[in-house]
């Protein structure tokens, strides 16, 4: 999993307020939900890319996760996120291929991506896993 430059999104104004136009090395792809790019990333053994966008709504805020395609087409979407709740995106640590934590709205979750669908129904490859206790606690 390493870091990854090729995306940037810009403002959407013909959409909702959180929405914004996703930019693959400068060309405009597709639309997501959020207004700021958090952090980009290739996992080179799967073929995809991980992006984690917050909506910039400061009392509000919500974090969405997406995996997407060697070709940049979605192919899942998280989203973390609580009414009346700030949230900042911090202490976001790589532990392996397909495995990150990360602090947001005040608790620790670990985002992993797996290399097939996972589940009771096989269809999710992305899994968010909260921890319980306060910050720290949890690695």
Do not use: C
């Amino acid at each position: 999993m390493t870091d990854t430059d090729r995306f940037a999104l810009r403002p959407n104004d013909s959409a909702a307020t959180t929405v914004a136009d996703l930019l693959l090395d400068g060309r405009a792809i597709g639309l997501v939900q959020g207004r700021t790019l958090e952090r980009q990333f290739w996992l080179k053994s799967m073929g995809v890319y991980v992006l984690l966008v917050s909506d910039d709504i400061p009392y509000e805020e919500t974090l969405h996760v997406y995996l997407l395609d060697e070709n940049a087409h979605v192919l899942e979407q998280r989203s973390i996120g609580a009414p009346y709740t700030p949230g900042i995106l911090t202490d976001l640590v790589v532990l392996s291929e397909g495995k990150v934590t990360f602090s947001f709205h005040g608790r620790e979750w670990q985002l992993i991506v797996h290399e097939r669908p996972t589940g009771l129904l096989r269809r999710r490859r992305l899994e968010l896993r909260q921890f319980v206790g306060p910050v720290g606690s949890g690695r």
